[in-house]
Every structure is written in C-alpha cells, then in structure tokens.
T-cell receptor
Framework: KQEVTQIPAALSVPEGENLVLNCSFT??????LQWFRQDPGKGLTSLLL?????REQTSGRLNASLDKSSGRSTLYIAASQPGDSATYLC???????????FGAGTTVTVRA | DAMVIQNPRYQVTQFGKPVTLSCSQT?????MYWYQQKSSQAPKLLFH???????NEADTPDNFQSRRPNTSFCFLDIRSPGLGDAAMYLC????????????FGDGTRLSIL
C-alpha cells in the first residue's frame, strides 16, 4: 500500500526566503505526482503535475522535482510572499486505478 | 469560471438526519470523485464514477452513498450522519483514465449537531 509522507507538518519563514517542501512515497511505481495548494476552509488547487518520465516541472516561481527511484519529490517556491501561506499537499497516482494517495500536507506561513 | 462547483459551502445537520451534498462540473469530464478530509489530515477517497460506473472504496462506511444522474452532476448522500462524519467533503473530476490531473471544487464543510 502506497504511503505518502510530508515532513515537516508546518513551516514558518520570513518573506523573501525560498521555500523547500518535501514529499516522500514508499512505492516508486507511480504514474505521476501532483502538488496542490489548499487555503483554509477551501478545496485543492492544482499547482504542478509531474509525469513519471519527467524530472521536473516549472510554473512561475514554482519548481517541482521528482526522483522516482528514491521515492521523493520536492516543491521549491522562490522568493516567498505572505500570499504563499497555505497548506501544500502532494499526491501520487499509481496508474492502476484512479486513486490519488495524498500526504497530510505541509502548512506554510510566510511572515511579512 | 468555476469548473467544479460544490453546494452548499457549509452544511449543518443533526445527528442521524440524512444530508445530501452536491457537485457539478462544466469540464465535461468522465470521472468524478468524492473525498473526505478531516482536520489536518490527507483527503481520503470515498468513491468515484467513471461515467456511470460506480466504484466504492473498500473502507467507505455503508451510510455513505452516491448518485450520478448525468455527466455534470454527482451527489453524496449520508444516510445517518454521526459525529465522526463531520469533515470537509471534496468533489473532484478528471478527464478520463488514470494519470489525468484531478480538478477540485471548494468543498463542503459538514458539521453535525
């Protein structure tokens, strides 16, 4: 059974610092990995999706890397802003069914 | 521009009183999902529909049911809500088979009195 872990559970940084969020998964036979943002009391907003054949994806200040063999993905957010404060979740799709296995998320606070 | 719409955003019901949550989508996606998310926890898949084919997760409680009358709409029915069913319920869609990105609505926060 796939287990997805995100450590730390919470992170607080001053504005302008780069953010590094970690995601690890136990079964490397994944189809893709998706990073989501969740604001308090809201649903999930998809940030980036990395296919298993890719090493990274970029969108603006966001960059996600994937190392399937070691079971890790990292989300980098450059030059953090208070508006980046949210919970970030990663989820893996193993391709054999429709299920996404989620981590519990990292809650980020960017201090002005 | 909202693509996956959940109503209501907040729902309060009494212990044991049936409740229905709704989800609609304008993406014309084949697959619709219902997730349950409790505070500070990962979302947990309850069931999904591929078109009209219903798929129930093995550990989804029996008092949770779902209906998908057409492509655009999907409903989550909780027959006899208990206090442990208080959670955020998230609806998501994906275009078709596995590997497609999932698009989420804003969720319905369910409270049980």
């Amino acid at each position: 059974k796939q287990e997805v872990t995100q450590i730390p559970a919470a992170l607080s940084v001053p504005e302008g610092e780069n953010l590094v969020l970690n995601c690890s998964f136990t079964d490397s036979a994944i189809y893709n990995l998706q990073w989501f943002r969740q604001d308090p009391g809201k649903g999930l907003t998809s940030l980036l999706l990395i296919q298993s054949s890719q090493r990274e994806q970029t969108s603006g200040r966001l960059n996600a890397s994937l190392d399937k063999s070691s079971g890790r993905s990292t989300l980098y957010i450059a030059a953090s802003q208070p508006g980046d404060s949210a919970t970030y979740l990663c989820a893996v799709n193993e391709g054999n069914d429709y299920k996404l296995s989620f981590g519990a998320g990292t809650t980020v606070t960017v201090r002005a | 521009d909202a693509m996956v719409i959940q109503n209501p955003r907040y729902q309060v019901t009494q212990f044991g009183k049936p409740v229905t949550l709704s989800c609609s989508q304008t993406l014309n996606h084949n697959v619709m999902y219902w997730y349950q998310q409790k505070s500070s926890q990962a979302p947990k898949l309850l069931f999904h529909y591929y078109d009209k084919d219903f798929n129930n997760e093995a550990d989804t409680p029996d008092n949770f049911q779902s209906r998908r009358p057409n492509t655009s709409f999907c409903f989550l029915d909780i027959r006899s809500p208990g206090l442990g069913d208080a959670a955020m319920y998230l609806c998501a869609t994906s275009r078709d088979g596995s590997g497609q990105p999932q698009h989420f609505g804003d969720g319905t926060r369910l409270s049980i009195l």
